[in-house]
């Protein structure tokens, strides 16, 4: 894996480094405190184009980012920024899972319906990047207990959830990331 040099991001959630990390045919992004603590606060995110910069409401993958970056903003520790869109299937077909979903399936049924198991992202990587780092233990900012057992060498000593109110638009999301992914909302 190839990583970039580290550079300074002031953002306006406070300000970090970054570094960019190439693993074959993606390029992840680590934003992170100065002085991460012994013990730092992660969060594993995976690119939403339409949460993260477009502001969807059918998420709340925007939101979360903007929480865990205040957060970790304060408590000190990273952000690990994967490029894995739509879970996996990438943003073209997101888009036609969108239009799906659209004419009533939920998120898991619209990959299915394109061909896709319900959540396609690897999380592998974290494991690497974070050894980069000579992390060994972390606190886990997730809802989402597929991240929470990712890990081979790395102990998660607390996963510390992300609460976001519902809004009309992603109650149905939320309520199938519930219901069919097993997050813990």
């Known amino acids: 894996m190839e990583k970039s040099q580290i550079a ?43 949460g993260d910069a477009l502001g969807s409401l059918k998420c709340d993958c925007g939101e979360q980012l903007e929480y865990a970056l205040r957060k970790i903003a304060k408590k000190g520790g990273m952000v690990i920024y ?65 991240k929470e057992f990712a890990f081979k060498e790395i102990k998660v000593v607390k996963r510390v959830p992300i609460k976001m109110p519902p809004n009309p638009f992603n109650e149905n999301y939320l309520k199938t990331k519930k219901e069919k992914l097993g997050h813990k909302l």
Not at 12 to 38: M, Y
Not at 121 to 131: A, G, M, P
């Open 8 to 50: 300074t991001l002031p953002t306006k959630f406070g300000t970090f480094k970054i570094q960019s990390f190439k693993e074959k045919d993606k390029e992840h992004l680590v934003i992170f405190t100065e002085n991460l603590p012994k013990i730092p606060l992660i969060r594993i995110h995976s690119e939403c184009l339409t």
């Open 82 to 146: 994967l490029r894995q869109e739509g879970r996996g299937i990438g943003l073209f077909n997101k888009v036609n899972a969108y239009a799906l979903q659209d004419k009533g399936l939920d998120t898991v049924e619209a990959n299915h319906q394109l061909g896709f198991e319900a959540d396609l992202r690897d999380f592998s990587v974290v494991e690497e990047i974070l050894k980069e780092f000579n992390i060994k233990k972390i606190y886990l900012l997730t809802n989402n207990p597929k």
